[in-house]
């Protein structure tokens, strides 16, 4: 057994921390070229650890996908959060709590929360509107000048919320076709904030518009006018954006590492212990007949893993069970209680379900949900 | 506000103790009308707390999916317990921990954890010989006889493992079509295991067969010559077993109650705060056109849920958020801040996922992910 797999007992994340730096540093150095400030979203690592890796290389202000996850970070010393998804009224006295302690930004895309905001909140916050440039899930449309407005002049009649400008999410990039699609969609989010940048500038001094998502983020080099980006999932990539073109394979910075625990040489399968409580359930469609693909297969190595062995791939699992499909040759290359290596068809749920890392170094790396 | 609306904060998953109850009093009845023993699959809930409502009404011997699992139930006081996985060999220093302490019973289905076990085992351990009776995920065929056979001797050679005889998991009846279907799967997994039963009665003294999947225990009467059963989901069901025929809509034991955080009156949607984090990525397809069904509404009372609402089902989820698409009359019941309930489609899942939950009467029930 070499030094890595050796510490391997059951499933495990294995975080390999030299990509995930290069990852990160490659993001700096484009937010720089793009003149924007890089606000990463911490949903994707949910880790001090890792957000210190950030912050060594000069990053002070950060995305969150939840007020618990703002206040994990906000304890291990960040002091500048974006909530990056419309506040939950419910949550009034969490908000209360960070708020007295850092700069909490908000995001609001109704009357209501902004009434209910400035009726219950003890602190200033600062304030973004939501706003929607295609992917249709929230935000008010980019092109309702008339309902952006009236929730402008909203903000502007309260005493304790500070409207900073507006905040958009092209999360129809992940869905994208191929790199043509990702380009033409953020053209449009491009184009969008702009406008709303020219058309709000007086109302809004400082104004600022900020977008966020790593497919546009990896691919493109056009952000004009974009005061911010927050992109999350670059910072472990996965097969999905590894599919959509925004890394290339060495890139992905995480794998699963998974026993053998039984195999079927009559169908040519390996059966993991590694099930969607590690995985998650997330496949993609890996040819026009709809095979589900959960993951892509490597081989561990003393420090790391190896290119993505063709033959096989984790065709499908079950709550602790995965079923790697593959050729004769890796059928035989693997017995029972060896580990197979899987990069993850999306990290941030992986990530999410598996709650510690093991660095590729060997040391254990803590998250919130450790 | 009601009750228990008024303590639900962010996304919470409700657990309706009485149905829940009623659920295991169900199974407790059934496995005694079939003769068999219920060694209920405690990988739905992961619960010590749920545990003793099944340990009150006299159950003794469960089934987990990890030996993690079979560790946190060890030391709430279960004694007698089947890992129903393959073992992995990796997790011996848990294996003889375990040994030394309660009843381990444990699968194999390869010469190579036999003689692993035999080698590495420090305590005795019953062993059951994993049979695949048509789900196609692990096991050895239930029609090789030979390699059968070859397994049992090398068993009987071991001085630390007990035969104890055979174990199946009909797994596809959770895709079957209709109930039909599960009637003809469940045939033949009984047909099957009562031949080995009879084919090695002289090999395995007092030998035992087990099955166990949620549709056919649910649905079924006939277990002739089955020893045991060990169904797991129906402690809480869901959408995907109502959809199945495994129960009745109000014997789904658990609804996740999210927050609404915005509200998109052109497309008729909530957005909820309760995503892939909290219900996992599952989904049904709705029809034949493929509408993904990712949960069914129902409306949060005083000290439960109503029937399912007509007019709209969780229709998309991303990490942190779900899109509920509805019709106008839901539309306009449902405001910022309020509460809307959701059955999940995989409870099993969801209940992984939210490591605590809130009984409808107010308490909190803590699990080994908690």
Same mark, same amino acid.
């Given at each position: 057994?070499?030094?890595? !797999? ?5 499933p495990?994340?294995?975080l !390999? ?12 150095? /484009? &937010?720089?070229? %793009?003149?924007?400030q890089l ?5 994707t690592?949910?880790? &001090?650890? +890792? ?12 995305? +969150? ?8 970070f ?5 002091? !500048?959060i974006t ?5 939950? +009224?419910?949550?009034i006295d969490?908000?209360?709590e960070? %708020?007295?302690? *850092? ?9 209501e929360s ?6 219950e909140?003890?602190?200033s916050v600062?304030?973004y ?6 992917y ?5 449309? $980019?092109?309702?000048i008339? $309902? ?22 092209? =999360? ?5 076709? #191929?790199?043509k ?10 184009? #969008? ?12 001094p400082?104004?600022?518009?900020s977008?966020?998502?790593?497919p &546009? ?10 005061d911010?980006?927050?992109? =999350? ?14 890394c ?6 995480? %794998?699963?590492?998974?026993?053998? *625990?039984a195999?079927? *040489?009559?169908?040519?399968e390996l059966v ?19 095979t ?7 081989r561990?190595t ?5 290119e ?8 499908s ?5 995965g079923i790697i /499909? ?11 209680g060896?580990?197979i290596? *899987? ?7 992986? &990530? ?5 890392f093991?660095?590729?170094? =060997? ?8």
């Amino acid at each position: 057994m070499n030094t890595l !797999d050796s510490k391997i007992i059951r499933p495990t994340l294995l975080l !390999d921390k030299q990509k995930c730096i290069a990852n990160i540093e490659a993001m700096i150095a /484009r &937010a720089k070229r %793009a003149n924007a400030q890089l606000r990463p979203h911490f949903k994707t690592h949910q880790s &001090a650890e +890792v957000g210190n890796w950030f912050k060594e290389r000069g990053i002070e202000c950060i995305a +969150v996908s939840s007020l618990q996850m703002a206040k994990y970070f906000a304890d291990n010393g960040w002091t !500048d959060i974006t909530v990056a998804i419309p506040i939950n +009224v419910r949550e009034i006295d969490l908000i209360n709590e960070l %708020a007295s302690k *850092i700069q909490l930004n908000l995001l609001v895309e109704s009357r209501e929360s902004i009434l209910f905001l400035e009726s219950e909140l003890k602190h200033s916050v600062d304030i973004y509107i939501k706003v929607d440039t295609g992917y249709q899930r929230c935000g008010i449309p $980019s092109e309702a000048i008339g $309902s952006i407005k009236i929730l402008i002049d909203l903000i502007k009649a309260t005493d304790k919320l500070n409207c900073k400008g507006f905040l958009a999410h092209s =999360g129809h990039n992940y869905n994208a076709k #191929d790199q043509k699609d990702i380009h033409k969609n953020h053209s449009k989010t491009l184009l #969008d904030l702009n406008e709303l940048k020219d058309t709000f500038r007086k109302e809004i001094p400082n104004i600022e518009v900020s977008l966020g998502d790593t497919p &546009a983020c990896s691919i493109s080099e056009e952000f004009y006018g974009i005061d911010e980006i927050r992109p =999350g999932n670059f910072v472990f990539f996965d097969i999905m954006q590894y599919v959509l073109g925004s890394c290339e394979e060495n890139e992905i910075a995480v %794998a699963m590492a998974c026993p053998v *625990i039984a195999r079927n *040489i009559d169908r040519n399968e390996l059966v993991i212990h590694g099930g969607g409580v590690h995985f998650s359930k997330e496949f993609i469609e890996a040819d026009d007949e709809g095979t589900k693909l959960f993951g892509s297969l490597v081989r561990i190595t003393k420090n790391g893993w190896s290119e993505i062995l063709g033959g096989g791939f984790l065709a499908s699992i079950s709550q602790e069970h995965g079923i790697i /499909r593959c050729n004769d040759i890796l059928f035989d290359e693997f017995t029972i209680g060896d580990i197979i290596g *899987i990069l993850p068809v999306h990290s941030c749920m992986t &990530a999410n379900l598996m709650k510690d890392f093991l660095s590729t170094e =060997g040391d254990w790396i803590k998250t919130m949900n450790s």
